[in-house]
């Protein structure tokens, strides 16, 4: 059990357009969920906490504008990437907490801004 | 402030023993967690510990201090597929995850 998808797994996009990549928690509700900007050898970085039906609070440094998350129901969260630039390529990951502790990642989305 | 502290890469050597060393300070306290992480993929959890001692789960063994804001992740009998990054996290008051920068860890044959 505790699964979490991302779709999609990979993304190309040209500067200038707008990316949206999903997070589902499969068999479990989530009232909870983090989406998480990891750039290469580098650890994961928090960007924002989404509760189901509220706006999402954003970490200090992250564009609410640009970064947009909408989460709609218990079950899905989504991140969209909006006039998406090179500096913004990176592995965006998602995790999904149900009323435990314990947080459970997706797989992550490899996004290339060319 | 909030702050994790762990080596930044370690070597070994297959089928031997690892521990990989995790220092934290974070405001509040609601436990510590584990997580492997491969080149390219998400991270997997491993452990989570909360009290004091130590936890065994097959090859995998964490522990904790609170009082000294301590945490180890023991590897026994390494094997190749083991290398990969390892990520301590605490959580704190709350319930936010502060992350460690990683420990990758090299298995040499």
């Known amino acids: 059990g505790a699964v979490v998808s991302q779709h999609p797994s990979r993304v190309i996009c040209k500067s200038g357009t707008s990316v949206k990549i999903e997070c589902r928690s499969l068999?479990?509700?989530?009232?909870?969920m983090f989406w998480y900007r990891q750039f290469p050898k580098q650890s994961l970085m928090l960007m924002a906490t989404s509760n189901e039906g509220s706006k999402a609070t954003y970490e200090q440094g992250v564009e609410k504008d640009k970064f947009l998350i909408n989460h709609a129901s218990l079950t899905l969260s989504t991140l969209t990437v909006t006039s998406a630039h090179p500096e913004d390529s990176s592995f965006y990951i998602c995790?999904?907490?149900?009323?435990?502790?314990?947080?459970?990642f997706g797989p992550g989305t490899r996004l290339t801004v060319t | 402030g909030q702050n994790i502290d762990q080596p930044t890469e370690m070597t070994a050597t297959e089928g031997a023993i690892v521990q990989i060393n995790c220092t934290y300070q974070?405001?509040?306290?609601?436990?510590l967690f584990w997580y492997q992480q491969h080149a390219g993929e998400a991270p997997t959890f491993l452990s989570y510990?909360?009290l004091d001692g130590l936890e065994e789960k097959g090859r995998f063994s964490s522990f904790l201090s609170r009082s000294k804001g301590y945490s180890y992740l023991l590897l026994k009998e390494l094997q190749m597929k083991d290398s990969a990054s390892y990520l301590c996290a605490s959580m704190d008051s709350n319930y936010q995850l502060i992350w460690g920068a990683g420990t990758k860890l090299i298995i040499k044959p």
């Open positions: 974070t405001s509040g306290f609601n436990g």
């Open positions: 510990n909360v």
């Open positions: 068999d479990f509700q989530a009232t909870t």
């Open positions: 995790s999904a907490r149900p009323l435990e502790v314990e947080q459970y």
